[in-house]
């Protein structure tokens, strides 16, 4: 069968339908890679654009994020399809997401400064499952006594949370509640911070407070911001 636009954006469709991760126009590309029609890279986001103007009306869309593209549910239609699955609803600690809000906006950043921003104790399971979870990942030790580890988001953070770039994050000031962040409806939800005597943890209100707002605010601003590939 011939190559043309149709075909093509029939083979990009399937392909995400088949796959459960994001995939890069390179990788989309590589699946016409010795046909004479192959599109170029241009061509291939340009087709892709048709695609999502055809999902509008669909109950699912095909979104950009920092790993490349994807198929996903839309969170209107979201309460429903959960009622497929047994996972239990998203549980997030407060202390886990009042830490992974300052890594993300202040990022590199030690624990010892987050403790600092806190003023608690941060809890070894907290860095422990935001490191699991592929949220942040050490980008290196600040030349200090002791060298600690300097955390930053990652590739995997933008697209849990439906973001290409890391300035696409609400400013500060609009933010009072992380649920304002799109969260994939594909992706496991289940995430429960383990306490490990911390009385910080037992708050699962998902709230950033105003105080800590203005602490992140007042801190260094962008100049030790990681840039992400």
Known sequence: MALDDDMIKRV??????A?????????LRRLFR??????????????IGQLQRQYEEHGASIVEVASGFRLQ???DVSPWISRLFEERPPRYSRALLETLSLIAYR????????EEVRGVAVST?????????????VVGHKDVPGRPAMYATTKEFLDYFNLKRIDELPPLSELTD??????????????????????D???TSPVISAELADDINTGEDGDGNVTLH
């Open 12 to 17: 990009v469709e399937a392909a995400l339908m």
């Open 19 to 27: 796959v459960d991760k994001p995939l890069p126009l390179s990788t």
């Open 34 to 47: 010795g046909d004479p029609n192959s599109p170029d890279k241009n061509h291939l986001r340009e087709l």
């Open 73 to 75: 549910i839309d969170q």
């Open 107 to 114: 990022q590199p950043l030690t624990r010892t400064e987050i």
């Open 125 to 137: 399971n907290i860095i422990k499952t935001l490191l699991e979870r592929e949220w942040v990942r």
């Open 178 to 199: 992380l649920d304002k962040i799109a969260i994939d409806p594909q992706m496991d939800l289940a995430l429960e911070e383990q306490a490990d005597g911390d009385s």
């Open 201 to 203: 943890d037992e708050d």
